[in-house]
């Protein structure tokens, strides 16, 4: 097979001990930044970004890398001990997590977390090996039409599908749709919304835009209501697991992973639906009905697999089509466009020697995180106990540590600011981020393959739904706006239960 | 991110009560206007040069403004029948009093101010500034470790990024 030695030349290239060091220094500052109450996976990103200015691409990716399974593993870590997941697909790991925790089996709840985070991102990176570089040569043969259908498609899902009104994340998006179209035209060179700004004429950075809406917009939120009672953090001690906790945990991990992945492959992903889905699964597969709800280890295991396997599915298309489906993955496109690659069909063949020690990264980081984390737990645990001023003061600080770093403009912290109350807003009436910042990043994507379709076809609209891909495409729409109109007439008539719905509006 | 507090039904925040569904058409207002905004912009841009047979770069902004403008109208219809938008929540997070306004509005123009002063005094200082102010605005009262934490973190963070890192950050003018 191709993969399998263009795998190994990754290896060798990701095995050089320079790049071994910034694998190594991403997984700690992941894991560190991850672990901060809060902070989940696509705020450490997009705070740490930076790090990555003056680097190589192949270090900086292989960094970048190790920062985003740094971060998850963190995040659930966070979940288990605080019962604050930072991020809404680790919602239900910190159910089960969370009541283990409190019943004194912290340690096994953070070793299944752990491990299963392993198992799952070993397996899901190889199948990520095997079908980024076929979706990439399938990807080839779709025209620019098709480009524009995928990203309605992520436009609708990441809107409606999630959370717990399809009016607000519609709303969201429209908001992000807007943010995006400041800048100069990419046709006629003219600015669009810039109202004769020079700074904001190049649009508004990714950096800056991520920042701003979930750093600065949850630190603002959370200042404003500051808990003044500190927050319990249950104690435990080093991760172990006894053989019973294996014999349970092991099929939870293999069926989050086969529920994560093609899940996230899709361009509609995003890791809620297949965690909630695994949760639901284990629950109903268990013998040990009795333990769910007061802290039963499959509940931890199952969807701490299933988040971890589709932060590897999500890199499918992300990787292999250039559609970023989650805020993790949009923050990602970004640092790739930093160095001029373009993630999609062709980056395989123009790029391949930084691909592949990506790729071969992500199997070693996801390595040194089992072995430094399980015996670093304790430590880690430690950082929940930060007191709450220095936490949010730093996330601040580093806030405009980055948005500074990107242009070394000032205007930029204006613009911070101003997304950061708007993410305020945000928080205050139940509208979620993350269509917001799919949006920003994707919506001039969308209007260039729109224009692009358009010139071939010499502006003739009816090319939009010439292919068989793109119809296909609109009858998925128009099945997910369909459900969208009956859940917003269900949820008149019920009231609200309690649902993954309910908590899912990061 | 925010801290999504799963499996404790209190952790939902207190019932809205009417005053703050009336704020709830805030939501709508700034929709409203920012689409009305993008189309009035919108009229700036012309169309004329070399776009007739593809996208003219007005097309997608009054899509936009429409978007913006039916998405308000959904919105208020969801707020006249009664539905609200679910205040997030999380463990630092206390909603059972209001928000602090002193708090948000000083920590929002702390921000902008620290990122002006970059340029004059340095993204040393600016950053102790900004460090300083937030603890004293949280609540903390140790007033030697906020100095000394204020002092360090920056000092630590702009030798890594410029030292080890190689990422311009100015020293300031002095």
Redesign the interface.
């Given at each position: 097979m191709d993969s399998i030695s263009a795998l190994l030349d990754g290896f060798a290239a990701a095995a050089q001990p320079e790049n071994l060091m910034w694998a190594f220094v991403g997984v700690m500052l992941g894991t560190f930044v991850g672990v901060l109450?809060?902070?989940?996976p696509?705020?450490t990103l997009a705070l740490l970004l930076?790090?990555t200015?003056?680097?190589d691409p192949a270090p900086a990716l292989i960094l970048f890398a190790g920062i985003y399974y740094g971060g998850m593993y963190g995040g659930s870590t966070t979940?288990i001990l605080?019962?604050?997941?930072?991020?809404?697909s680790?919602?239900?790991t910190?159910?089960e997590g969370?009541?283990m925790a409190r019943a004194g089996r912290g340690a096994q709840a953070l070793a299944t977390a752990a491990i299963g985070s392993f198992v799952a991102g070993t397996i899901a990176t190889v199948l990520l090996i095997f079908t980024a570089p076929a979706m990439a040569s399938f990807a080839v043969s779709l025209k620019a039409q098709d480009y524009f259908a995928i990203t309605l498609i992520s436009f609708v899902a990441v809107s409606t599908v999630l959370g717990?009104?399809p009016?607000?994340g519609?709303?969201a998006l429209?908001?992000g749709?807007?943010l995006g179209?400041v800048g100069i035209?990419a046709?006629?060179g003219?600015q669009?919304?810039t109202?004769g700004v020079d700074s904001l004429s190049t649009g508004i950075d990714t950096v800056v835009v991520a920042v701003g809406l979930?750093?600065?917009g949850?630190?603002?939120?959370?200042?404003?209501?500051?808990?003044?009672t500190p927050?319990e953090v249950i104690p435990s001690g080093r991760p172990w697991m006894s053989g019973e906790d294996w014999k349970r945990s092991w099929p939870a991990w293999l069926r989050g992973t086969a529920l994560g992945f093609p899940f996230c492959a899709l361009p509609a992903g995003g890791a809620e639906v297949p965690t909630f889905l695994s949760y639901s699964l284990e629950k109903k597969l268990t013998r040990h009905p009795e333990e769910f709800?007061h802290g039963a280890i499959e509940g931890v295991a199952g969807p701490e697999a299933a988040n971890n396997a589709s932060a590897a599915g999500t890199l499918v298309t992300l990787l292999a089509l250039g559609i970023p489906t989650t805020a993790t993955a949009a923050i990602m496109l970004s640092a790739f466009q930093r160095y001029d690659l373009q993630p999609g069909p062709l980056l395989f063949e123009n790029t391949p020697d930084v691909v592949w020690a990506l790729l071969a990264s992500l199997l070693i980081g996801n390595l040194m995180l089992l072995v430094l984390n399980l015996p670093l737990a304790p430590l880690w645990a430690k950082l929940l106990r930060l007191?709450?001023?220095?936490l949010?003061?730093?996330i601040?600080?580093?806030?405009?540590?980055g948005?500074?770093?990107v242009n070394?403009n000032?205007t930029?912290?204006?613009v911070?600011?101003a997304l950061?109350?708007l993410g305020?807003?945000m928080?205050?009436?139940?509208?979620p981020v993350v269509p917001t910042v799919i949006g920003v990043i994707l919506?001039p994507t969308s209007?260039g393959k729109?224009?692009q379709a358009?010139?071939v076809s010499?502006?003739d609209w009816s090319t939009l739904w010439g292919t068989g891909f793109s119809i296909a495409m609109y009858v998925v729409i128009a099945g997910l706006l369909g459900l969208a109109v009956v859940r917003?007439v269900a949820?008149?008539r019920s009231s609200p239960a309690?649902s993954v719905d309910?908590?899912?509006?990061? | 991110?925010?801290?999504?507090?799963?499996?404790?039904?209190e952790a939902?925040g207190p019932q809205p009560d009417r005053r703050a569904g009336y704020s709830?058409f805030?939501?709508v207002g700034?929709?409203a206007g920012?689409g009305v905004l993008?189309l009035i912009?919108?009229q700036q841009?012309?169309?004329s040069?070399?776009?007739?047979?593809?996208?003219s770069?007005r097309v997608?902004?009054y899509f936009?403004a429409a978007?913006?403008l039916v998405?308000?109208a959904?919105?208020a219809l969801?707020i006249a029948?009664?539905?609200?938008?679910?205040?997030?929540s999380?463990?630092?997070?206390?909603?059972s009093?209001g928000?602090?306004?002193h708090?948000?509005l000083g920590?929002?123009a702390?921000?902008?101010g620290?990122?002006?002063l970059?340029?004059l005094i340095g993204?040393p200082a600016?950053?102790a500034l900004?460090?300083?102010g937030?603890?004293?605005?949280?609540?903390?009262r140790r007033l030697v470790v906020?100095l000394v934490?204020?002092i360090v973190?920056?000092l630590v963070?702009f030798f890594v990024?410029t030292e080890a890192?190689?990422?311009?950050?100015?020293i300031g003018r002095a």
């Amino acid at each position: 097979m191709d993969s399998i030695s263009a795998l190994l030349d990754g290896f060798a290239a990701a095995a050089q001990p320079e790049n071994l060091m910034w694998a190594f220094v991403g997984v700690m500052l992941g894991t560190f930044v991850g672990v901060l109450p809060g902070i989940g996976p696509a705020m450490t990103l997009a705070l740490l970004l930076p790090l990555t200015y003056s680097l190589d691409p192949a270090p900086a990716l292989i960094l970048f890398a190790g920062i985003y399974y740094g971060g998850m593993y963190g995040g659930s870590t966070t979940s288990i001990l605080l019962n604050a997941p930072g991020e809404s697909s680790s919602v239900m790991t910190a159910i089960e997590g969370n009541k283990m925790a409190r019943a004194g089996r912290g340690a096994q709840a953070l070793a299944t977390a752990a491990i299963g985070s392993f198992v799952a991102g070993t397996i899901a990176t190889v199948l990520l090996i095997f079908t980024a570089p076929a979706m990439a040569s399938f990807a080839v043969s779709l025209k620019a039409q098709d480009y524009f259908a995928i990203t309605l498609i992520s436009f609708v899902a990441v809107s409606t599908v999630l959370g717990s009104s399809p009016v607000r994340g519609l709303a969201a998006l429209a908001l992000g749709l807007m943010l995006g179209l400041v800048g100069i035209d990419a046709l006629t060179g003219q600015q669009r919304l810039t109202f004769g700004v020079d700074s904001l004429s190049t649009g508004i950075d990714t950096v800056v835009v991520a920042v701003g809406l979930f750093a600065v917009g949850e630190a603002l939120w959370i200042a404003a209501h500051l808990r003044q009672t500190p927050a319990e953090v249950i104690p435990s001690g080093r991760p172990w697991m006894s053989g019973e906790d294996w014999k349970r945990s092991w099929p939870a991990w293999l069926r989050g992973t086969a529920l994560g992945f093609p899940f996230c492959a899709l361009p509609a992903g995003g890791a809620e639906v297949p965690t909630f889905l695994s949760y639901s699964l284990e629950k109903k597969l268990t013998r040990h009905p009795e333990e769910f709800g007061h802290g039963a280890i499959e509940g931890v295991a199952g969807p701490e697999a299933a988040n971890n396997a589709s932060a590897a599915g999500t890199l499918v298309t992300l990787l292999a089509l250039g559609i970023p489906t989650t805020a993790t993955a949009a923050i990602m496109l970004s640092a790739f466009q930093r160095y001029d690659l373009q993630p999609g069909p062709l980056l395989f063949e123009n790029t391949p020697d930084v691909v592949w020690a990506l790729l071969a990264s992500l199997l070693i980081g996801n390595l040194m995180l089992l072995v430094l984390n399980l015996p670093l737990a304790p430590l880690w645990a430690k950082l929940l106990r930060l007191p709450r001023p220095y936490l949010y003061a730093g996330i601040l600080f580093f806030s405009i540590l980055g948005s500074y770093s990107v242009n070394q403009n000032p205007t930029d912290i204006l613009v911070l600011v101003a997304l950061g109350l708007l993410g305020f807003v945000m928080r205050r009436y139940g509208l979620p981020v993350v269509p917001t910042v799919i949006g920003v990043i994707l919506g001039p994507t969308s209007e260039g393959k729109l224009r692009q379709a358009l010139q071939v076809s010499n502006g003739d609209w009816s090319t939009l739904w010439g292919t068989g891909f793109s119809i296909a495409m609109y009858v998925v729409i128009a099945g997910l706006l369909g459900l969208a109109v009956v859940r917003a007439v269900a949820a008149k008539r019920s009231s609200p239960a309690i649902s993954v719905d309910e908590h899912v509006h990061m | 991110m925010n801290h999504l507090t799963a499996a404790r039904p209190e952790a939902s925040g207190p019932q809205p009560d009417r005053r703050a569904g009336y704020s709830e058409f805030g939501v709508v207002g700034l929709l409203a206007g920012l689409g009305v905004l993008v189309l009035i912009e919108t009229q700036q841009i012309s169309d004329s040069i070399g776009t007739m047979r593809t996208l003219s770069p007005r097309v997608v902004p009054y899509f936009v403004a429409a978007f913006l403008l039916v998405v308000a109208a959904l919105l208020a219809l969801d707020i006249a029948r009664g539905g609200r938008g679910e205040q997030e929540s999380g463990e630092d997070v206390d909603l059972s009093h209001g928000t602090e306004w002193h708090t948000l509005l000083g920590l929002a123009a702390l921000v902008a101010g620290a990122g002006q002063l970059i340029p004059l005094i340095g993204f040393p200082a600016a950053g102790a500034l900004l460090f300083f102010g937030t603890t004293r605005l949280l609540g903390s009262r140790r007033l030697v470790v906020d100095l000394v934490v204020s002092i360090v973190v920056p000092l630590v963070a702009f030798f890594v990024f410029t030292e080890a890192l190689g990422i311009y950050l100015p020293i300031g003018r002095a």
